[in-house]
T-cell receptor, first 111, second 113 residues
Framework: QKEVEQNSGPLSVPEGAIASLNCTYSDRVSQSFFWYRQYSGKSPELIMS????GDKEDGRFTAQLNKASQYVSLLIRDSQPSDSATYLC???????????FGGGTRVLVKP | GAGVSQTPSNKVTEKGKYVELRCDPI?????LYWYRQSLGQGPEFLIY????????DSGLPNDRFFAVRPEGSVSTLKIQRTERGDSAVYLC???????????FGPGTRLTVL
């Protein structure tokens, strides 16, 4: 089992809808989690970080962490065509340093 | 302020050649990381520096790969006897300290012919 897993997509959503992305992880990456957005040919850009169980909201983005079930999700509300990108989930273990990334989920927002 | 910068942005080399990739982290960030990203995959960890020392080099694939950070700021990733399988985007990231958010540079796209 990979340490961080994501559905590769593409996840196609109409403009204005909610995009829901999921990520599961193993015990080895259990401390902190990060969602990065990566446009084609560009480097990853941090969207959200989440460290404790529950929800964390920032603008149109909501991250959810459930440590008991070992999953972390990202909701994008009112999706815009500019949200079309690959979303990378990454985990950092306690006292760790390296991020462990999933393979990314490609999101396509159609006007 | 200035973000992480990497040079060159693109590097094309021939199999067997030596290459150096440079990373200039955000000013004041003590932690520096190198990752490698192949097409369609997430970044994979290579090496982590805390200050001048390589605190974790467990991700380096073999002894052809080496990295330095002599003054605790700029880092250079060195690849000897390049192989076609080394072709990828090499990403550098920095953070204020070990467990803080990592910010990525634009990457260097390495192509080995």
């Amino acid at each position: 089992q990979k340490e961080v897993e994501q559905n590769s997509g593409p996840l196609s959503v109409p403009e204005g809808a909610i995009a829901s992305l999921n990520c599961t992880y193993s015990d080895r990456v259990s401390q902190s989690f990060f969602w990065y957005r990566q446009y084609s040919g560009k480097s990853p850009e941090l969207i959200m970080s989440i460290y404790s169980n529950g929800d964390k909201e920032d603008g149109r983005f909501t991250a959810q962490l459930n440590k008991a079930s070992q999953y972390v999700s990202l909701l994008i509300r009112d999706s815009q065509p500019s949200d079309s990108a690959t979303y990378l989930c990454a985990g950092l273990k306690a006292a760790g340093n390296k991020l462990t990334f999933g393979g990314g989920t490609r999101v396509l927002v159609k006007p | 302020g200035a973000g992480v910068s990497q040079t060159p942005s693109n590097k094309v080399t021939e199999k067997g050649k030596y290459v150096e990739l440079r990373c200039d982290p955000i000013s004041g960030h003590t932690a520096l990381y190198w990752y490698r990203q192949s097409l369609g995959q997430g970044p994979e960890f290579l090496i982590y520096f805390q200050g001048t020392g390589a605190a974790d080099d467990s991700g380096l694939p073999n002894d052809r790969f080496f990295a330095v950070r002599p003054e605790g700021s700029v880092s250079t990733l060195k690849i000897q006897r390049t192989e076609r399988g080394d072709s990828a985007v090499y990403l550098c990231a920095s953070s204020l300290s070990r467990e803080d958010t990592q910010y990525f540079g634009p990457g260097t796209r390495l192509t080995v012919l």
